[in-house]
């Protein structure tokens, strides 16, 4: 299994500004993806990250508001923009190795003041 | 679009009470994932299903995959403290046949065990 971390663990915010996420694997991987997690709920893709192309958003996610980088196979970030209370959520990255299993990272916690 | 549904929502048991965990697909699904979240943890990957009818064992755990390849059920035998968290199902998610190795997680079953 791929051993994924991320950073910050949390962070408090306040409404407007942004913030940048890291995604580090320990191995390279094809695809990268961002989940938002709300309390005792399911998981929402965000998008989906690949090395070298444009990542790929799902309803209700825009670039604007969720800037993706993926610079190479082990790396991604997540920023969160001009945020506000209803962004406060845990933010998960997960990788696939190519079995089609997910390897998520340990979480980052934000709360929007 | 595709929807996995789970049942059910929460799930009391008294430890040593057997527990079981639904989830259907309303389309056919090439393969089911199951995952594991401890209270405060992020999803762990338990096992995937592949085959038509397969069952598969891991301890305690028995994971099935329906004929038709669009339910799955989870089931813990004589539960125990450790099993709590909560347990979701996924399936590829299809975008004009192709998946791109998205997943389409269920709503999740929040399994509580009582000492």
């Known amino acids: 299994s791929a051993v994924i971390s991320q950073k910050p663990s949390r962070d408090i915010c306040q409404r407007g500004t942004s913030l940048t996420i890291q995604c580090q694997v320990d191995?390279?991987?094809?695809?990268m993806f961002w989940y938002r997690q709300q309390p005792g709920q399911s998981l929402t893709l965000i998008a989906t990250?690949?090395?070298?192309?444009?990542?790929?958003?799902e309803s209700g996610f825009v670039i604007d508001k969720f800037p993706i980088s993926r610079p190479n196979l082990t790396f991604s970030t997540l920023t969160v923009s001009n945020m506000s209370p209803e962004d406060s959520s845990i933010y998960l990255c997960?990788?696939?190795?190519?079995?089609?299993?997910?390897?998520f990272g340990p979480g980052t916690r934000l709360t929007v003041l | 679009g595709q929807q996995v549904m789970q049942i059910p929502q929460y799930q009391h048991v008294q430890e040593g009470e057997d527990f079981t965990t639904y989830c259907n697909s309303s389309?056919?699904?090439?393969?089911i994932q199951w995952y594991k979240q401890r209270p405060g943890g992020h999803p762990v990957f338990l096992i995937q299903?592949?085959?038509?009818?397969e069952v598969k064992k891991q301890k305690r755990l028995t994971f099935q995959f329906g004929e038709a390849k669009k339910n799955s059920s989870l089931h813990i035998t004589a539960t125990q403290t450790t099993d709590v968290g909560t347990y979701f199902c996924?399936?590829?998610?299809?975008?004009?046949?192709?998946?791109?190795?998205?997943?389409?997680f269920g709503q999740g079953t929040i399994l509580t065990v009582h000492p």
């Open positions: 996924a399936g590829p998610s299809r975008a004009g046949g192709t998946s791109y190795g998205k997943l389409t």
């Open positions: 997960s990788a696939d190795r190519g079995g089609n299993e997910q390897f």
């Open positions: 191995s390279q991987v094809t695809m």
């Open positions: 990250a690949n090395q070298g192309s444009e990542a790929t958003y």
């Open positions: 389309t056919t699904l090439s393969n």
């Open positions: 299903l592949v085959k038509s009818g």
